[in-house]
């Protein structure tokens, strides 16, 4: 209990220290020097040994090297992809080491000319949503997968609208906001890109303007949209810390429904997938979202076995509908994470997939009083999970322990195993008793919470 006691008194006082002096505005390395003290040590910080997957071996340590030349304070689209290369096409293949900082709101939707983009503008020639409605509506189309000129043109526009808001980040990269730095309408794209870490961003809804209609999605279709706030594809060494996932203003329970399911505009928030493994996720709130985090892409068995190992702690989860996270394959150790659930839309929290191997121990679960324990997991083709520590606090209730297996296996058949197999060994300190989960997750977690 001392260990836990002083680390909390450190952060503390660390979110005590007073507020990093503005930044230049300007994305030359002059600019970062005039970065204060606080700022760049922590731009520099590198993952701390034994916390998480991303410790494993030589541990992560993003673009804490990087020279003068390559430490830049951004706040444009454009600033932000000269400092990761200058060419977003190839800007995944830069592995010099490179320090961002993020200076106020940067834009996906931001022209060239720092204009901002519509939907309209990404949109090919071919392809007008009433015309896509019209051509594939169930009652007309049947239950085939769209195909012919009007998806083509959805699909050439999806290309377009690829180009302009996924930003691909290179290996050996350090992405930091300063105070109130935010990432509006775009993807930060880390595929076949080890060794980058992501801290202090709040991410504001990374839109989809031309979502699939996926007919034999489920018995009665889905739309389904394609980018995530960060997506980690094929690649090792990932820190996520200390960020805020949102969809600001424009919440997938304020899109229409066509077809008779809504309009799905917005994809994960943090998935890992295609054999990305050894990556922590700590700190972090994701806020007022659907789907949330998946970690491994396919059922299909291949190269994902072995792969896919992420570590989940002091994470908040509010008022998120599911995917919190869903495993297949992975080794994902989930611990000390506080989840504030509920509403009629809620799903599930932990989703079992094929040959996860989910290690959950002492988190919390504020539910409201409609969300049985039960209600927590999700079998989705999975046979076991280690589920220890768990603490539920339902509507106006006291919190209590809670073995959320059990009360999973009561109801559902088959039942999950209780033992995934496997016990995690990197942690960087004690795992705290669950009860004090929110008094340090709720405050602590998110962006702003840097002294930087």
């Known amino acids: 209990m001392r260990r836990i006691l002083t680390g909390a008194t450190v952060i503390a006082l660390l979110l005590g220290a007073a507020p990093a002096d503005a930044a230049p505005r300007s994305d030359s390395p002059a600019a970062a020097d005039q970065l204060s003290w606080l700022a760049r040590h922590l731009g520099r910080q590198v993952l701390p040994e034994r916390d998480g997957w991303a410790a494993e071996g030589a541990g992560t340590t993003g673009g804490s090297t990087a020279t003068p030349e390559r430490t830049r304070v951004v706040r444009s689209r454009a600033e932000l992809v000269t400092a990761l290369g200058g060419d977003n096409a190839s800007n995944a293949t830069d592995a010099t080491p490179k320090l961002i900082y993020v200076d106020g709101a940067v834009d996906g939707f931001e022209g060239p000319d720092g204009t901002a983009l519509s939907c309209a503008d990404l949109a090919d020639p071919g392809y007008r949503l009433d015309a896509y409605l019209a051509a594939y509506d169930p009652a007309v189309w049947g239950r085939a997968t769209p195909t012919g000129p009007l998806e083509e043109a959805r699909v050439r526009s999806v290309v377009n609208q690829t180009r302009q808001t996924q930003i691909n980040v290179g290996p050996n990269t350090t992405v930091v906001g300063l105070r109130g730095a935010r990432l509006t309408g775009l993807t930060l794209m880390v595929d076949r890109s080890s060794n980058v870490i992501v801290r202090n961003l709040t991410f504001v809804d990374a839109r989809d303007c031309f979502p699939a209609w996926s007919p034999t999605d489920g018995e009665a279709g889905n739309w389904n949209s394609q980018y995530d706030q960060i997506s980690v594809r094929r690649s090792e060494h990932v820190w996520v810390d200390h960020n805020t996932f949102t969809d600001g203003d424009n919440p997938d329970s304020g899109q229409p429904t066509y077809f008779g399911q809504p309009y799905q505009v917005h994809d994960g928030s943090l998935d890992v997938t295609h054999t990305a493994s050894l990556v922590t996720a700590s700190w972090n709130r994701f806020s007022g979202r659907d789907k949330l985090m998946l970690i491994g892409s396919s059922n299909t068995v291949g190269p994902d076995v072995g792969r896919l190992k992420v570590t989940l702690h002091h994470n908040l989860f509010d008022?998120?509908?599911?995917?919190?996270?869903?495993?297949?394959?992975?080794?994902?150790?989930?611990?000390?994470n506080h989840y504030r659930l509920g509403g009629a839309d809620?799903?599930?929290?932990?989703?079992?997939?094929?040959q996860s191997a989910l290690y959950a121990q002492n988190n919390?679960?504020?539910?409201?009083?409609?969300?049985?324990?039960?209600?927590?997991?999700?079998?989705?083709?999975?046979?076991?999970?280690?589920?220890?520590?768990?603490?539920?606090?339902?509507?106006d209730g006291p919190a209590r322990p809670v073995d959320l297996l059990a009360a999973y296996n009561a109801l559902?058949?088959?039942?999950?195993?209780?033992?995934?197999?496997?016990?995690?060994?990197?942690?960087?300190?004690?795992?705290?008793?669950?009860?004090?989960?929110?008094?340090?997750?709720?405050?602590?977690?998110?962006?702003?919470?840097?002294?930087i």
């Open 319 to 336: 008022g998120v509908l599911q995917r919190l996270p869903r495993v297949r394959f992975g080794q994902v150790d989930l611990y000390n």
């Open 346 to 354: 809620f799903q599930y929290a932990l989703g079992v997939g094929v």
């Open 364 to 395: 919390f679960f504020t539910v409201d009083a409609a969300v049985e324990e039960a209600d927590l997991l999700y079998d989705w083709g999975g046979t076991a999970l280690t589920e220890r520590g768990s603490w539920v606090r339902r509507g």
């Open 412 to 451: 559902h058949d088959p039942d999950l195993g209780a033992d995934a197999g496997w016990t995690p060994t990197l942690r960087r300190d004690p795992v705290l008793p669950t009860p004090l989960v929110p008094l340090l997750v709720g405050p602590l977690a998110g962006a702003g919470r840097l002294p």
